[in-house]
């Protein structure tokens, strides 16, 4: 029976890991649920192990806020000698968050397997961090576990070898129709005195939206504007939470405490639009058929835009105006991107425990194959490994 750390730090990651943790269990895996504590407060951690049935962590590693280079190395001192102790088989670690790159850094070196869940997205924007951490994560990850064929396509082009590349689908969607039900059933819209359509919701977290006291101040402009048209909800992110307070927030926008997992979902699928600059949002509304608007210049998730409800709309204040007035007109047809059917995570689980990049990666003494991008190409294995059941 193979010994799985699966890594969470961050309120992006407690959607991934719990249906990855139910299908390997499901299984037979001995599955260690490792928090990193990269998240804290209540309202972004607590409420969503609740809300999701995600059962307390194996173990907190407590490292707490700071700059991404505290952060960083104090994720990858405390998950060294958990990693020597416990001496995994496997580590799965999931998304973009300072957590993942540390994890998998530490992983990379000590000798288990890594797979990297959500890997081949690209911003293409080194100026996000995330970029950073999902690029240099791949580099170092045995599997890499595509959610979209333009991810796969990616690393591809970047020089990994086929057998580490596995199109799995979208293991976010998986949560999202898992709890659907509950959330149409919830009463947050009745909590709030909103109607369905009759608003749309706003969130607002990435640095370079609410860090910048010029760009948020245009963000809230064009805000102030679009809600004398639709009445606007944001949950507010504690992020953002002293921005706002400091540069007050146009009539017609209505600040609300942050919601829960199920509450959120809720609140997404009844808005007749979504303004967003979080990458999660894009698929959850693409994937409720819900119009989205990125309040960014670029997205790791095309296929929200070429498939799904989405549409970039970039910080300009006249264009976000322009385009959300052209959605609310007419909203884009609502479809599904293959694969985002809630099966992601049972195909994570084949993969991991019966076969892929652990049995037919090369040796370490093995030379590569020709590749487009020698600089990118994709690690070579440390052992030649299966987990037999």
Not at 87 to 104: K, M, R
Not at 294 to 319: M, Q, S
Request: proline share 9%.
């Amino acid at each position: 029976m193979p010994r799985i750390i699966c890594v969470a730090g961050a309120r992006p990651n407690y959607m991934k890991v719990k249906p990855v943790m139910d299908a390997l269990e499901r299984r037979g895996a001995e599955v260690l649920l490792v928090h990193t504590g990269q998240h804290y407060d209540p309202a972004m951690n607590d409420v969503f192990f609740a809300d999701l049935g995600i059962r307390p962590p194996d173990r907190f590693l407590g490292v707490g806020s700071g700059s991404h280079a505290e952060q960083t190395g104090r994720v990858m001192t405390a998950f060294e000698p958990l990693l020597d102790e416990v001496s995994p088989d496997l580590v799965v670690v999931f998304g973009d968050i300072n957590s993942t790159l540390a994890c998998a850094l530490v992983t990379a070196k000590a000798g288990p397997l890594l797979a990297h869940v959500e890997a081949g997205l690209r911003s293409r924007d080194w100026s996000m961090p995330e970029e950073v951490n999902r690029v240099a994560t791949d580099r170092v990850s045995d599997y890499l576990l595509a959610p979209s064929p333009d991810a796969a396509e990616n690393l591809r082009a970047e020089g990994y070898r086929e057998d580490q590349i596995h199109l799995v689908g979208n293991v976010m969607i998986d949560t999202l129709l898992a709890n659907l039900e509950r959330a149409r059933a919830s009463d947050v819209l009745d909590r709030f005195g909103l109607t369905r359509g009759g608003y749309g919701l706003v969130t607002l977290h990435r640095p370079a939206n609410v860090d910048d006291p010029g760009v948020l101040a245009g963000l809230l402009k064009a805000l102030g504007e679009i809600a004398g048209r639709c009445p606007l909800v944001l949950p507010v992110h504690p992020r953002a939470a002293g921005r706002l307070a400091e540069l007050g927030v146009p009539g017609g926008i209505r600040l609300v405490p942050p919601a829960g997992y199920v509450d959120f979902i809720a609140l997404q699928d009844a808005a007749s639009v979504v303004l967003t600059d979080s990458g999660g949002v894009q698929e959850e509304t693409t994937a409720l058929g819900v119009p989205c608007v990125t309040l960014r210049d670029n997205t790791e998730r095309p296929i929200t835009v070429e498939e799904g409800t989405n549409v970039l709309a970039g910080r300009d204040p006249a264009r976000i105006v322009s385009t959300v007035n052209g959605v609310l007109d007419g909203p884009p047809a609502p479809r599904r991107p293959e694969l985002w059917d809630g099966r992601a995570s049972d195909r994570i689980a084949d993969v991991l425990l019966h076969g892929g990049t652990a049995r037919t990666r090369p040796r370490p003494t093995d030379r590569p194959g020709p590749v487009h991008r020698p600089d990118l190409i994709g690690r070579p294995g440390r052992t030649d490994r299966t987990f037999p059941l």
